[in-house]
Structures are given as C-alpha cells and as structure tokens.
C-alpha cells in the first residue's frame, strides 16, 4: 500500500518562511506527476503547485514568485519552499502523487493526510 507523509508545517508570521516536505513509501517504481493542494474549512481544496517526473512544474496563480515546488525522484519525495507567506495562505496543506507504480498495483493517485500551516501575527 502506497503511504505519502507530510511534515513542515506550523504557524509562521506574515512574511515568513515554511518548507513542507512529502515522502512516499510503500515498494514504489515510479510516480508520475507529484503534487501540493491546499484546504480550508468550508472550500474546496485547490491545486497550489504541481510537477511532473521531467521536472516541469505549474502554479496557481496565488502563488507564483513566492512558492516553489522540487521533488527528488530517488527519495520518492516532494517539496514546497514557501515564502513570503501571506494570512491567506493558511490551510491545511495535502500532498499528492499521480500514476504511482508498485511493486503489486498501479495507483492512479495517493493522497496524503495533511500538514496544517497557519500564517499569523
């Protein structure tokens, strides 16, 4: 079974920093496309950056020029270094993989369970 686990996540002051991290484990091959989304109470959760196993990348626009996302394929792993962090930015933050290969089962996605950011003064 495919487990994704976030971790990085607190509370930061306006203006500050965070870097979440996301590692998959579970006899994994291959993971196509990684990705972040994020939720708030009462919304729905939106795509905040995504990247494919080449390298390419893609941004909601709430985010580019301060956030940035990185993977390491041989760690199974994804990342998001997040800057200038705004109050609006506060939500629970959710790690996902697409097409995820194993050693017994093709997934077509896996999500994690979530890492919550609160950016507050």
């Known amino acids: 079974q495919v487990q994704l686990v976030e971790s990085g996540g607190g509370l930061v002051q306006p203006g500050g920093s965070l870097r979440l991290s996301c590692a998959a484990s579970g006899n994994i091959f291959s993971i196509n496309g990684m990705g972040w989304y994020r939720q708030t109470p009462g919304k729905q959760r939106e795509l905040v950056a995504n990247i494919t196993s080449g390298g390419s990348t893609n941004y909601a626009d709430s985010v580019k020029g301060r956030f940035t996302i990185s993977r390491d394929n041989a760690k199974n792993s994804v990342y998001l270094q997040m800057n200038s962090l705004k109050p609006e930015d506060t939500a629970v933050y959710y790690c996902?993989?697409?097409?995820?290969?194993?050693?017994?089962?093709?997934?077509?996605?896996?999500w994690g369970r979530g890492t919550l950011v609160t950016v507050s003064s």
């Open positions: 996902k993989a697409d097409q995820v290969v194993t050693r017994v089962h093709r997934y077509l996605e896996a």
